[in-house]
């Protein structure tokens, strides 16, 4: 069974520019997740979705940062503009369903951003 | 959220035994204890999960205490590609609002040949 698939592996880009990171969870996995994790910090989630919704965004800088899952699917993470403390690790990661407990997420390889 | 203490560094000698120990003082009954790691350059994976009783796997034990204020994770056998970060998380078990993981600063465990 393929993973959580990730693109790009590594970034760089100056402060002001704009990325985007595309995520393709695993097959069948209704529930999609965004992760931030700063060098030697935990992950922290960013968004979730179940299926095309957003089921959490609480903690999702909306004014620079923005994500969709077309159709259910593949999901985008865009940043723009980009500041200097956005240099971290994007995780994606996917589970088959919201709201049980034992359910496990599977995260993909992550992307490396650096904005200098 | 009730919240968990781990700490920051351990280190093992390969093929030994290690325990990776997790405080939750403030775990709710319907709380679920889930570990993952996050070998270097790599996403976290999931370890083990639990809830009252201890948990085998093919990759780990989970010792959950009676008062199930802490539990401990064990690895029979720490071989080298053990070398990760391990997070112990709580899982509320009847929350409907959001499925999502709540990771802390985690234990680096390093093992040595």
């Known amino acids: 069974e393929a993973g959580v698939a990730q693109s790009p592996r590594y970034k760089i880009i100056e402060k002001r520019q704009s990325v985007a990171f595309w995520c393709n969870p695993i097959?069948?996995?209704?529930?999609l997740y965004w992760y931030q994790q700063i060098l030697g910090q935990g992950p922290k989630l960013l968004i979730q979705f179940q299926n095309n919704g957003v089921v959490d965004d609480s903690q999702l800088p909306k004014d620079r940062f923005s994500a969709e899952r077309l159709k259910g699917v593949d999901s985008t993470l865009k940043i723009q503009p980009a500041k200097l403390e956005d240099s971290a690790v994007y995780l994606c990661?996917?589970?088959?369903?919201?709201?049980?407990?034992?359910?496990?997420?599977?995260f993909g390889p992550g992307t490396r951003l650096t904005v200098l | 959220d009730a919240k968990t203490t781990q700490p920051n560094s351990m280190e093992s000698n390969e093929e030994e035994p290690v325990h990776l120990p997790c405080n939750h003082s403030?775990?709710?009954?319907?709380?679920?204890i889930h570990w993952y790691r996050q070998l270097p350059s790599q996403g976290p994976e999931y370890v083990i999960h639990?809830?009252?009783s201890n948990v085998n796997n093919r990759m780990a034990s989970l010792a959950i205490a009676e008062d199930r204020k802490s539990s401990t994770l064990i690895l029979h056998r720490a071989t080298l590609r053990d070398a990760a970060v391990y997070y112990c998380i709580l899982r509320d078990g009847f929350n409907n609002a959001g499925n999502m993981l709540t990771f802390g600063g985690g234990t680096r465990l390093m093992v040595k040949p």
């Open positions: 990661a996917s589970s088959l369903y919201r709201g049980v407990s034992t359910d496990t997420q599977y």
């Open positions: 403030t775990i709710s009954g319907t709380d679920y």
């Open positions: 097959s069948g996995h209704a529930t």
């Open positions: 639990g809830l009252t």
